[in-house]
């Protein structure tokens, strides 16, 4: 089987659910790995193009304005930074305590978004301003990228929300570019370290660059009817994802089970919550 189409396609894919709502990193992640990709290679390659992806959505986002400038030069530098501590952290400090951690947080922000259907429907008063917010979650939520990364994007869109009180398209818009500066600095770290196959990597960024701009035209079109859904449904997946590579093949296999069982439910509970508020 062609392995460049199966690449593109997959890129294309990601990009499109990642501009949208987060999370195309599990979609492909898992297929770099399925070839057979040593895992540092698959993660540097992964980085590579989803940085095209999350750089066409953002800029996609911009054209149409839904990108605030007060205090962004902050926002990025301070990710920038926090990244560059995260990654040089991988080398010092064990991550086992994070990964035990962050499904429980993700699901604390999916069980507070499910149960709060009006946050990010519309702009709101801010609670944090911008001076304070940059430096402190830029920091941190760069720290952790570059340290860990997995769900990253549900939490800048979340914390946009909550903190800054932007609606969920904005958030989305903040996040991408965020995401972006996160992923530079990690491609070239990953790129010094000679973790990254570039002909896997640029077929899949070409899909991820057209995906990211059709993602990011179908989020603009729909609103927060399409970008509140699947938000949480990547976010739920990303929870599900990240319990099971902790457990044994057996739980872990149980666990899925059950987690997409409850998955089914909760999207139609929190579709219908979301459209019931919406109308």
């Given at each position: 089987m062609p392995i460049l189409p199966i690449c593109f396609a997959t890129g294309l894919i990601a990009g499109i659910i990642d501009a949208i709502a987060g999370g195309g990193g599990l979609i492909s992640l898992p297929m770099l790995l399925s070839l057979g990709i040593p895992p540092q290679l698959a993660l540097g390659t992964n980085k590579l193009q989803g940085m095209f992806g999350t750089g066409v959505a953002a800029f996609s986002y911009y054209r149409h304005g839904l990108l605030n400038r007060q205090g962004l030069v902050r926002g990025l530098v301070s990710c920038s930074l926090g990244a560059i501590l995260g990654a040089i952290a991988t080398q010092l400090v064990s991550n086992e305590f994070l990964k035990h951690v962050i499904p429980f947080l993700?699901?604390?922000?999916?069980?507070?978004?499910?149960?709060?259907?009006?946050?990010?429907?519309?702009?709101?008063s801010p609670k944090w301003r911008f001076e304070l917010f940059y430096p402190v979650v830029g920091l941190a939520l760069g720290v952790y990228d570059g340290f860990l990364g997995p769900g990253v994007g549900g939490f800048w869109v979340f914390l946009l929300m909550y903190f800054l009180g932007y609606n969920i398209l904005k958030a989305t818009a903040h996040a991408k570019l965020f995401n972006f500066t996160t992923n530079v600095v990690a491609v070239l770290c990953f790129a010094i370290g000679g973790n990254i196959d570039y002909r896997l990597g640029l077929c899949m960024a070409a899909g991820q660059m057209i995906g990211g701009r059709i993602g990011a035209l179908f989020a603009l079109s729909r609103g927060v009817k399409l970008v509140r859904p699947l938000f949480l449904v990547m976010m739920f997946s990303s929870i599900v994802t990240l319990i099971y590579r902790d457990e044994s093949d057996w739980s872990g296999a149980l666990q899925w089970g059950f987690a997409l069982v409850f998955m089914v439910i909760a999207v139609l509970y929190f579709w219908k919550r979301s459209r019931d508020a919406l109308s």
């Open positions: 993700l699901f604390l922000v999916f069980t507070y978004v499910v149960f709060c259907p009006r946050l990010g429907v519309h702009d709101e």
